[in-house]
Antibody, heavy 115, light 111 residues
Framework: QLVESGGGVVQPGGSLRLSCAAS????????MHWVRQAPGKGLEWLTY????????YYADSVKGRSTISRDNSKNTLYLQMNSLRPEDTAVYYC??????????WGQGTLVTVSS | QSVLTQPPSVSGAPGQRVTISCTGS?????????VHWYQHPPGTAPKLLIY???NRPSGVPGRFSASKSGTSASLAITGLQVEDEADYYC???????????FGTGTKVTVL
């Protein structure tokens, strides 16, 4: 099970840290993703972190503004987002990787960037 | 913008067969990276439908099938049912972007 938290309303230029609590599987053995869906738009992959934090990938849309991290001792995934823009408004999903695909998704947390 | 292109919408009557295409390039599907498919009904979390080009996870009905050839892939729904109304996305890895990518998404409507 994956449960996201930390969403809410933030002003443009602000920061937010999303969390994703994992349970029911050996969290430290799996890579993890963040994916978002803006209102009326499709799924957008954002970032991935390897099971041992040994590798990270970012989409151009968030590169340099966001950092993915994890705490395997707490079974928790994080997404630190800075310099937020109105176009970052979306439902943010954390997702469990299995090879190159996603086999489990959280229910999502809504981030609204607005003044 | 996505590097995997899908038709915006497809529709069919119950019982019909519909297909969704996913067109990539030599830096993703054509480079040998697998394609995976997800079903995303409105208001719920996405669900894995097909992995590694052709494989169905347990619990996914047999009316869903997929294939991949070169820089393209396709998902077929045979015997369309009302509960299949959802958005569908292909996904792969792009070596030029060094990033995972989703397709543009296709809305399936059951008439």
């Amino acid at each position: 099970q994956l449960v996201e938290s930390g969403g809410g309303v933030v002003q443009p230029g602000g920061s937010l840290r999303l969390s994703c609590a994992a349970s029911g599987f050996t969290f430290s053995s799996y890579g993890m993703h963040w994916v978002r869906q803006a209102p009326g738009k499709g799924l957008e992959w954002l970032t991935y972190i390897r099971y041992d934090e040994g590798n990270e990938y970012y989409a151009d849309s968030v590169k340099g503004r966001s950092t993915i991290s994890r705490d395997n001792s707490k079974n928790t995934l994080y997404l630190q987002m800075n310099s937020l823009r109105p176009e970052d408004t979306a439902v943010y999903y954390c997702a469990k990787s299995n090879g190159d695909y996603i086999n489990s998704w959280g229910q999502g947390t809504l981030v609204t960037v607005s003044s | 913008q996505s590097v995997l292109t899908q038709p915006p919408s497809v529709s069919g009557a119950p019982g019909q067969r519909v297909t969704i295409s996913c067109t990539g390039s030599n830096s993703n599907l054509g480079a040998g990276y697998d394609v995976h498919w997800y079903q995303h009904p409105p208001g719920t979390a996405p669900k894995l439908l097909i992995y590694d080009n052709i494989n169905r996870p347990s619990g996914v009905p047999g009316r869903f099938s997929a294939s991949k050839s070169g820089t393209s892939a396709s998902l077929a729904i045979t015997g369309l049912q009302v509960e299949d109304e959802a958005d569908y996305y292909c996904q792969s890895f792009d070596t030029s972007l060094t990033a995972y990518v989703f397709g543009t998404g296709t809305k399936v409507t059951v008439l």
